[in-house]
């Protein structure tokens, strides 16, 4: 099935968009405080869990073990998301203005489909990506998204807690909004590509599984963390329409449009900055969120 997908950002990081690839970005430098991740309180949930763990393993619930137990749970949680990497796209009928604010600052966006998005991408590189399964059409996990953390048994909370930590629930989510994700772990590209990233060891003995993978950029910062990489994309099949949210903006994308070969932008009206997509509003009531409150999140995912 055909889906249209939305990627907003600031005007700055276009050029990078179309040149460099599909950006992905580092779990844990997502400031998104829905985002997959494992809190204290969390932890507390498994409370009951993790007592009869220690008691299995011969120490009493007051000597230690349980705190060494959830220490060890919340650090499998970090490392989690210091090797995973997620490209986040919005599906909408439409540009939606709620979701331009959040993620590009009123900036620009890229208009594709899950089937363009795809194909832009060489066939060997998408190797790297974590396949959906299950999903219709992989290797895209759609969001999933769960109210709150709910614990009527043990069980039930730490899987809670572990399909948030892979990245393919959040917490809660705001009416108007429906997310795919592709997901690429270092691991896979340490075995794919013989590039150690944040932790992530290659395989010797593997060799049968390289990829060429010239297109991968994969940026080292100075403390030897990767923070995020890019997947060249083929900048005219990835995007069916690029569009520029301010006037004063259009001139200088529309440059940048026409030296890779590309449509002119669309410049989005005032009525569109104001409307309500017709796929979303059914889902709220008086323009208020059915959840929790909005929490900005960080348009440096994109950097």
Known sequence: MIKALYNYMRVQHLETWLTKGVYFGLACCFDDQREGHLTRQAVNA??????????????????????????????????????????????????????????????????????RLIRSIRRELLMLLDPADGEQDPP??????????????????????????????????????????????????????????????????????????????????????VRHLYLQADPQVLAEEIGVIHPEHFDEVASLCGRLGLPSPRLVTDAEKLQRNDDTKNNEIDGMWLTDPPHKVSAERHT
């Open 140 to 225: 895209f996990f759609e969001a999933r998204y769960i109210p709150r953390l709910l614990a009527p048994e043990a069980i039930k909370a730490r899987m809670d807690l572990l399909s948030l930590v892979f990245h393919k629930n959040k917490r809660t989510r705001w009416e108007f909004q429906r997310e795919h994700r592709l997901i690429v772990d270092a691991s896979q590209i340490a075995v794919r590509t013989g590039i150690e990233v944040n932790g992530a060891q290659a395989v010797h003995g593997a060799d049968h599984l390289r990829i060429d993978h010239a297109g991968l950029t994969v940026d080292f910062e100075t403390d030897g963390l």
């Open 46 to 115: 498994l409370v009951e869990d993790m007592a009869r763990e220690a008691h299995c393993l011969g120490n009493g619930p007051d000597d230690g073990t349980l705190a060494r137990v959830g220490s060890l749970t919340h650090r499998m949680a970090l490392a989690s998301k210091r090797q995973t990497f997620i490209s986040c796209w919005h599906e909408n009928s439409a540009f939606s203005p709620r979701m331009s604010a959040m993620y590009g600052e009123g900036g620009v966006y890229i208009k594709t489909s899950n089937d």
